[in-house]
């Protein structure tokens, strides 16, 4: 069993940063962030593999945000740079033992988080 907690959301202008963290108890082999805006379907858009802290990126955020780990691997962190309108979504933290392919797909993870809004205004 492994529960997330999420928290580091809120509200900046575009252009803003904010880093989100998830503190995860158990051991999970992979740990992701995932968002949701409204009306359009759940996207996965960082993960962080916890033995080799090799870290996964969608297109739509690869050179604005980063994920990493502290040194005891029970926190993940996104920090979201050069935000956008667009970005703004429900973030969920997510966790599981993921196979060797399609690390961004919800499908790999068992265990979720409740959630944290980041609202990007113009």
Same mark, same amino acid.
């Given at each position: 069993q492994?529960r997330?907690?999420?928290?580091g959301?809120?509200?900046?202008?575009?252009?803003?940063s904010l880093?989100?963290?998830?503190?995860?108890s158990?051991s999970?082999?992979?740990t992701?962030w995932?968002r949701?805006?409204?009306g359009?379907e759940r996207?996965?858009v &960082?993960?962080?593999?916890t033995?080799s802290?090799?870290?996964?990126y =969608?297109d739509s955020v /690869?050179?604005r945000?980063?994920?990493? %780990?502290n040194?005891a691997r029970?926190?993940v962190y996104?920090?979201?740079?050069r935000l956008k309108p667009?970005?703004?979504?429900m973030?969920?933290c &997510?966790a599981?033992?993921?196979?060797?392919?399609?690390?961004l797909? =919800?499908m790999?993870? /068992?265990?979720?988080?409740?959630?944290? %809004?980041?609202?990007?205004?113009?």
């Open positions: 492994v997330l907690v999420e928290s959301g809120g509200t900046v202008q575009a252009g803003g880093r989100l963290s998830c503190v995860a158990g999970p082999s992979c992701a995932f949701q805006a409204p359009k996207e996965g &960082a993960a962080i593999r033995a802290d090799s870290p996964y =969608s /690869k050179g945000f980063t994920i990493s %780990q040194s029970n926190t996104l920090q979201l740079n667009e970005d703004t979504a973030y969920y &997510a599981g033992f993921c196979g060797d392919y399609e690390i797909k =919800s790999q993870y /068992k265990y979720w988080g409740q959630g944290t %809004q980041v609202t990007v205004s113009s």
